[in-house]
Every structure is written in C-alpha cells, then in structure tokens.
C-alpha cells in the first residue's frame, strides 16, 4: 500500500505540470484564436510590399502608403493586405463594402492604435470604447443641433471678421494661410467649446494667454510608436523621454480644462444666472457650459467625462477645420472661374453689405459648400478611418474573420474613378443636387459615416462657409506661381508639405490701415 502510494506521489507532480501546459496552451489559444484567424486570413492576401516586423508601417511614415493604395488598390483586389507592427488588417475601398462595415453597429469597436492618441485627443468620442461611446453620444448629440448651432453663428462670423481683415492686410502680397486659417478656428473653438473670447482680448499678450491653455502644445506620437514596436507597450513608452512629455502635456490639458468647468460651474450657480437664462435663446452658449448643465441633471456624465470630451473637441476640431479651410481656399484661389461663382453668391445674398452673416445666410450658400464638398474629397481631412469587425464579414469571395481590423480610406474611395470621374480634378458641380442624389451614399465620407461618424460635421460646415466667405466678401484670392499643387502629407490628418500659397488682392471698402470699414 505505501509502495503504491508513493508511486502514484512520484508521478503525480510531472501528470499535473503537463495538464496545466495543456489547459494555459488551450487558453492561449482561445485568447489569440481571432488574431491567428486573421494572420492567416490576410497572409492569404495581395497588397503592397511589405518589410520583416514592421510590415508596412515605414510606408505610412514615409508618406507613400495611402497614396499609393489610393492609385494601385485595383491591382490588389477587393479586399488588400496591410501589415502593421506585426499586426494584420485589411484596407476597403468600395462603398458597399465600407458600408456593409461602418453602418453595423456591430462594427463600432476601433483599433489599438486609436489608444495610441488617448493623451493627445484626450478619451472622448474619438477614442472612446463603445458602451461609454453610445451614452455619451446620446448626451452631446442635441448640442449640436440647427437650433443650438445658430446661436454659435455670431461666435463664427466674428472670428471671421478678424481673419478677413487679417487677409486684407496682406494685400497684394503672397502668404501662407495655413497658419491665418488655424488662428481663426483655434480663436472659433476656445469661444464655442471653453467659452473664453480671444478676441476681446486682441490688445493683450495672446501668447501669454495661450500658455494658459495648452491645446497647441501636443504632439502626435503614433507613428513615432508604430516604428519602435517596443513603444506600443505603454509602460516601457511611458520611461521615454517622449512619453512623459505626453503624459505632461495630458496633465496639463486636464488641470486647464478642470479649472475651466469648475469656474464655469461658479458662473452658472450664481444667482444673476437667472438673467441668463430668461434670455437663453439670445446668449451665446459654450460646449462646456452645455456639458456642465447636463452633469447637473446626469450626473452619471461626470466632470472627468466633461473634461475629457472638452479635450477632444479643442484638439480634434483644430487640424481638420483648419486643414479642410485653408485647402478650400487654396483651390479656390487656383480655380478663378469658381472662385467667382462664390463671390457673385455672396454678392447676391449680401447685396453689397457689411452686415455678418446669419444661420440662413449661410445656408444659401450652396455654390461655396459645393466648392467646400470637392476640397473635402480631394483633401478629406481626416484620411483614414478604422475599425474591428465584431463578427465575420462577407466581402465578395472573401470571409473577413471577426476581430479582423478594417482600414476604410476616404482619400482612396473619394479616387474611385466609377464613382467620380476624372478624380484628380477640381470639379465642385459633383455636389449639384441632382448629382448627389445618384451618388452611392458611402462614396464620399469626409466625416466618416454610420453611428459613429462626426457628431461635429454640420458645426464644421457652418464654420468653414463662415471663415471663406468672410474672405472672399472682401478679396480676390490668386494661385502663386510655381507653388499651384498641393503635396499632400498623411498624418491623422492631411497636411501641405510647404504650405498653401495664394495672392491677396483687396476687392474694395479698405481704409487706408489697410482694415475693412
């Protein structure tokens, strides 16, 4: 009985040491099982070449990548291949496959490397996992309604007041507008979302108040990360130098916000509020005012929710805007003949003057928003979207497994030459409406498209017809010679490689210091 006894003992340890192998490799491979189904599914794929480890991500840094699979994703087929950092996606460009991805709510997780812009974008809507997303969503959407939006119109025709006259100023001379048409929409944003007025506080140090308001400090470091695989890990990133600068910048963006929504709160509390609200339909209103009042009513969207979403909306709102702006300027400045199909619009809606434009006098501006709308599909600002498939996906002969990523690119599918001939140019008549309607409606997707598209897309529209006829009410804008293409570099956003150029030239009303009266 002993001699059995410690047989048994003896072999006991090795039996339970190869069970539990068995039992963590099984759980291991539950764990990965979508990754591997996607290794193998994309392995079996065509795209474009791609280097040990980091697959295609010294493509995307380089610039070539999106542009590239934009010209040449016919050679690859329906569905192309996009290797990552050791990690596999998938890239569409049809519309109906993009939408068979975008339109499911099944579809709404994002990838991993949107985690990458947490301490940039700050975690709202952007970046936000689907279940905080969905509450949140349904808290801001009525903020951003026609009836809430026309109360920011005098914020946005104010802002661009003092952007004309800025162009004014340079007449006759060649600028760069990138950095103009960026002041004016950081000027725009800190009124509408902080509510704090820039302008009336053009006679002060900007700079000395901007330091206090650290929303153009940051830095993006995804693609910085996505070529050191050894930085996607968060906790190794954060030791860099790199890292902790981005945690400083994340610390200083929340304390400046914190401060912010706590004054407000005071405001809003104080019993001379009363006056405001009796009068509400006829004040101005800020995104944090909104969000402050909610929290008292829900106070399941919390002060941190309120910052972090404050966050997002100065930061994202930034490089867009100004991109789509500044590149709709550009063009029209290198396009005369529409250049002047706006100006006898605005001509016709004004009558010659002076006044700012209301909510429906932007509405009828359909010539500029068709110009607006081309821009975008050339240059959308924002020139990828992604995605993780939650269940398997049918494109064509292929299944995409679930937890596959998916990589949408607007610049790409805005290219498809059966969807918009002659793709390369400028030809704003694509927007008519009797040619928007034949349009498949996932064919053009400057704000994404789904449930989870921009919750801002009618803020920005307004904001941008603000800023462009604002200008061209006063000057005729001009292509500078040799600097008449735009090079595109692919960032989170597009941006122009040396700047978009264009000649001011006042049209009339100028005093002689040079400001519109």
């Known amino acids: 009985?002993?001699?059995?006894?410690?047989?048994?003992?003896?072999?006991?340890?090795?039996?339970?040491?190869?069970?539990?192998?068995?039992?963590?490799?099984?759980?291991?491979?539950?764990?990965?099982?979508?990754?591997?189904?996607?290794?193998?599914?994309?392995?079996?794929?065509?795209?474009?070449?791609?280097?040990?480890?980091?697959?295609?991500?010294?493509?995307?840094?380089?610039?070539?990548?999106?542009?590239?699979?934009?010209?040449?994703?016919?050679?690859?087929?329906?569905?192309?291949?996009?290797?990552?950092?050791?990690?596999?996606?998938?890239?569409?460009?049809?519309?109906?496959?993009?939408?068979?991805?975008?339109?499911?709510?099944?579809?709404?997780?994002?990838?991993?490397?949107?985690?990458?812009?947490?301490?940039?974008?700050?975690?709202?809507?952007?970046?936000r996992d689907v279940e905080t997303w969905r509450t949140h969503r349904k808290f801001l959407q009525p903020a951003f309604h026609l009836h809430i939006l026309e109360r920011f119109t005098i914020t946005f025709a104010e802002c661009a007041d003092h952007l004309m006259n800025n162009f004014v100023k340079k007449d006759n001379q060649e600028i760069n507008i990138t950095s103009f048409v960026n002041d004016s929409v950081y000027d725009i944003l800190s009124e509408t979302v902080l509510g704090i007025n820039r302008g009336n506080r053009r006679g002060t140090d900007l700079a000395a108040i901007d330091d206090d308001l650290p929303f153009r400090k940051g830095q993006i470091m995804l693609l910085y990360r996505m070529v050191r695989p050894w930085l996607l890990i968060d906790w190794i990133y954060r030791l860099t130098k790199h890292g902790k600068q981005e945690e400083k910048q994340r610390r200083d963006l929340f304390d400046a916000c914190f401060k912010m929504m706590k004054d407000k709160r005071k405001q809003l509390r104080n019993k001379d509020n009363v006056v405001r609200h009796e009068t509400q339909g006829t004040q101005k209103i800020s995104l944090l005012e909104y969000m402050v009042e909610m929290n008292e009513k829900n106070p399941c969207f919390t002060d941190e929710d309120i910052v972090e979403e404050c966050c997002t909306f100065m930061l994202a709102g930034q490089d867009s805007v100004g991109t789509a702006t500044a590149m709709t300027v550009f063009l029209l400045a290198n396009h005369p003949e529409w250049q002047e199909k706006c100006i006898e619009e605005l001509d016709a809606i004004f009558d010659g003057g002076t006044r700012l434009p209301t909510l429906k006098d932007l509405k009828e501006m359909r010539c500029l928003e068709m110009c607006i709308k081309e821009s975008l599909r050339l240059y959308p600002s924002v020139p990828i979207i992604a995605r993780i498939l939650g269940e398997d996906v049918k494109i064509g002969k292929h299944v995409i497994p679930a937890g596959c990523g998916v990589f949408m690119s607007p610049y790409g599918t805005h290219r498809l030459p059966h969807h918009f001939p002659d793709p390369e140019a400028f030809k704003p008549e694509r927007f008519s409406p009797e040619n928007s309607e034949k349009?498949?409606?996932?064919?053009?997707?400057?704000?994404?498209?789904?449930?989870?598209?921009?919750?801002?897309?009618?803020?920005?529209?307004?904001?941008?017809?603000?800023?462009?006829?604002?200008?061209?009410?006063?000057?005729?804008?001009?292509?500078?010679?040799?600097?008449?293409?735009?090079?595109?570099?692919?960032?989170?956003?597009?941006?122009?490689?040396?700047?978009?150029?264009?000649?001011?030239?006042?049209?009339?009303?100028?005093?002689?210091?040079?400001?519109?009266?």
Not at 114 to 122: Q, V
Not at 457 to 462: G, I
Not at 485 to 506: D, H, N, S, Y
Request: proline share 4%.
């Open 1 to 127: 009985m002993i001699v059995a006894t410690q047989q048994i003992w003896d072999q006991t340890p090795g039996g339970v040491w190869t069970y539990l192998v068995v039992l963590a490799s099984i759980y291991i491979l539950y764990i990965l099982k979508n990754y591997i189904r996607a290794v193998i599914f994309v392995s079996s794929l065509d795209g474009p070449k791609t280097v040990p480890i980091l697959g295609n991500a010294k493509c995307v840094l380089k610039d070539d990548l999106l542009y590239r699979l934009a010209h040449e994703n016919q050679a690859y087929g329906r569905v192309v291949r996009v290797w990552l950092t050791g990690l596999p996606y998938v890239m569409l460009f049809e519309p109906d496959d993009i939408q068979t991805v975008l339109s499911s709510m099944k579809h709404t997780h994002k990838i991993f490397f949107y985690k990458l812009l947490d301490n940039f974008l700050g975690k709202g809507l952007i970046t």
């Open 439 to 517: 349009r498949h409606p996932y064919a053009y997707l400057p704000f994404s498209a789904g449930p989870r598209n921009c919750i801002g897309h009618k803020f920005a529209m307004l904001e941008m017809k603000s800023m462009i006829s604002a200008i061209l009410r006063k000057c005729r804008l001009q292509s500078v010679p040799g600097k008449e293409e735009v090079r595109a570099k692919f960032r989170m956003t597009i941006r122009a490689q040396g700047g978009l150029w264009v000649k001011v030239v006042a049209r009339d009303g100028k005093s002689k210091t040079g400001v519109v009266t």
